[in-house]
């Protein structure tokens, strides 16, 4: 079957002092600025007042070769200290790793203010100079509570658990 290639275009590019390897070790996170190019502007208006926003940018840092990954064992657990043999491999579409197929991000951001074009955030897990493709806000009907998860996720959040006291998402 033959498909469409899709073209996007960036909106806005992220804006963070941290060095990616800072941004990659955040377990809540950064503080930083989403900017929106001026063709957008208007695309913000009666944005303030959300708490949170959702960001999806594209990964461009993803190369080629991480763009063919399909398995891969979740990559924060171990940074978090459970044993790199304990964490299963799953497949991608099971993660939250930027190597995938389509290294589109999907990241979740406190709004603390509005200046112009510029939205300050905080919680951001995206490297300085990314490109944001999309900004939506985080609303009542976007929550779900009735969550179900594998054995495998279950299994590696209480470990988490155990080892950091809290439970971080994989």
Not at 75 to 97: A, M, N, Q, W
Not at 141 to 165: H, M, Q, T
Request: charged share 30%; glycine share 8%.
């Amino acid at each position: 079957m033959e498909y469409k290639e899709i073209r996007l275009s960036p909106i806005g590019i992220v804006r963070v002092s941290e060095k990616d390897e800072e941004v990659k070790i955040a377990r809540e996170g950064v503080s930083g600025i989403i900017e929106v190019f001026e063709d957008y502007t208007d695309g913000l208006k009666g944005i303030e007042g959300f708490s949170h926003l959702i960001i999806m940018a594209y990964l461009d840092r993803v190369s080629e070769e991480e763009r063919k990954t399909l398995m891969v064992k979740p990559r924060r657990c171990i940074r978090l200290g459970l044993d790199p043999e304990k964490v299963p491999t799953v497949g991608v579409f099971c993660t939250d790793s930027p190597h995938r197929p389509n290294p589109i991000a999907l990241s979740i951001v406190h709004l603390l203010k509005v200046d112009g074009r510029e939205l300050h955030v905080s919680g951001l897990d995206l490297f300085d100079g990314t490109p944001v493709l999309d900004i939506k806000p985080y609303t009542e009907s976007r929550v779900f509570n009735d969550l179900n998860y594998p054995k495998w996720y279950s299994e590696i959040l209480r470990a988490i658990k155990e080892k950091v006291g809290s439970a971080v998402e994989p």
